[in-house]
């Protein structure tokens, strides 16, 4: 079980952390990644951070989105800076024991999903 917290009403250029904290399965094992959803859109891929704690990240938030995991408390973040108002989406998180480098940034290779947190930024 996942669940998303921190998202928010933010203006352009400000900084949000959202969290994700995962519950009955061995937190390490899993490739974590966040995912998001604008209204009219696709899910589109945002980062992934992999069991040996490799990152990856969409294009369009390289250099301002950093993604970590704490395995202790079973927990990921994605630190985002420099909002803009493209950035406005529901964020889900997702996970997968099984999922491969080549498919990380595939939201049909998660099997398991997060409720959604609304990130909303103002211009």
């Known amino acids: 079980q996942l669940q998303a917290c921190g998202g928010g009403l933010v203006q352009t250029g400000d900084s949000l952390r959202v969290s994700c904290a995962a519950s009955?399965?061995?937190?390490?094992?899993?490739?974590m990644a966040w995912f998001r959803q604008a209204p009219g859109k696709e899910r589109e891929f945002v980062s992934a951070?992999?069991?040996?704690?490799?990152?990856y990240y969409a294009e369009s938030v390289k250099g301002r989105f950093t993604i970590s995991r704490d395995n202790a408390e079973s927990t990921v973040y994605l630190q985002m800076n420099t909002l803009i108002p493209e950035d406005t989406a529901v964020h889900y998180c997702?996970?997968?024991?099984?999922?491969?480098?080549?498919?990380?940034?595939?939201?049909?290779?998660?099997?398991?999903w997060g409720q959604g947190t609304l990130v909303t930024v103002s211009s």
């Open positions: 009955g399965g061995s937190f390490s094992r899993y490739v």
């Open positions: 997702a996970a997968s024991s099984q999922v491969i480098l080549s498919q990380y940034r595939n939201h049909r290779a998660y099997n398991y």
């Open positions: 951070i992999g069991r040996g704690r490799h990152t």
